[in-house]
């Protein structure tokens, strides 16, 4: 089955280049113990996913994700290999959950909830809502579907109808189930209640993670005080949460948290997100989730791989250049276009962070009225692979400054519009390279 789009599998790949003149090396890495900001440590699995929206974990722990705008269903197995496991999908793909059997069920753009069966690649229609949208999809400990919608509700779809279980939520976004049959699901919050109010008594209507059990159908929450939740997983009894952005609706503000599922306080675990969406996670706590821009508008969106064995990290700077690495850093040297990092060893997973005035990138001027994130297209950042000459693109995702807001948003000839003021102009671009049996890790660039 062929792919719609470009992508990359997270494969290791050996980064050399020949010696040249470059500045001192900066103080050997020390340890990070803290998570560094703009969403490291995070390890790219895709890029280029066309609006990377809903992510869900296969019987096998292979990870499916949707790319709405491309109308198909990604995967990753465990190798790293990606490939295609639903195709020409109509009205693109949602929110997307994984029955025990390998069928997929989805919500796309039409108001609808489907299944995909692995078998027959045929696509059956479960439900239509009337002008309502689908926010969430799980299948119970009962084998039956249940979905969340943007009107406030959750629906259980029983003998071929929707049956509303829950309702009165305020825009729930996401849906998990647990062993037990309890379903946990987050609440995106009014913002426009917020509108009128301090900014210091914002937080109070913000978003909210819930659960719900079948016994009685009440919800009980388990944390607030958060702002735009999108996506919720549960796994070895904690819930997962994914946090949009802030209520200013500034570019990487988004959020990866933690919640126990008896409730209690909430730890961030990744800072600076630029609009994540969907989450899933396993027993043994690796989260996946898409970042919708990650890349920026022409890129394409990305597929994450949160590991709590990479919240420990070394680090550097020099020149304004920063490195984290998984092994201790021995050098880090920047020159012209040009960023050189030695580890102690071999096998280093590294993120590079470029001063965005270090390099040459233009704004896009292909709309009149941008959408967010369509003015500033990535450079071409390149690595070398061993000892060979020709280069590759490496992972690369833009760190936005937070300036000025954007909520809320108005329209002009369909194009959201930002409010006065909001830039997006990235503050930063991060690269993420692995070594395999080389040491030095290269990343060249255009220098502004």
Known sequence: MRIRTSVVASVAVALTLAASSVAPAATPGRPAQSTPGYGIPATPLVQGIPFG???????DNSVYYAAFNGRYIGNVDATGEVSVAADYLECGVQRIAVSSQGDIYYTDGCFNVKKYDVDTKEVTVLATL?????????IGTNGNVFFTTESGTLREIVNGQAVTRVSGLAIPQGLAVDAAGNFY???YGNPNSAESLPEEERESVSGRVSRVSQSD????VLASGMWRVRGVAEAGGKVYVIEEGNYDDQGSSGQLSVVPATGGARTVLLRDLDYPEGVAATSSGDVYFTS???GGFHAGSMLFRYSPADSVRYEATNRGVTAHCDKPIRSLRVGEGRVEIRTSGPGSQCYVQIPADRVDWQVNTDLPLPMPGS????????TTVGSRDHAVNAYVWMARAHEARRWPPTFKAGFEVM??????????????ANTTTEK?????YVEK
């Open 419 to 432: 409010a006065p003021g909001f830039s997006e102009v990235p503050e930063a671009f991060i690269v993420s």
């Open 130 to 138: 009337t002008q309502d949208t689908p926010s969430g999809i799980a």
């Open 440 to 444: 030095l890790l290269t990343v060249r």
């Open 375 to 382: 003015w500033t297209p990535l450079p071409q950042i390149l």
């Open 217 to 220: 159908w009440t919800p009980v």
């Open 53 to 59: 929206y809903g992510v869900a974990l296969g019987p």
């Open 185 to 187: 699901f987050g609440e």
């Open 292 to 294: 919708e821009r990650g």
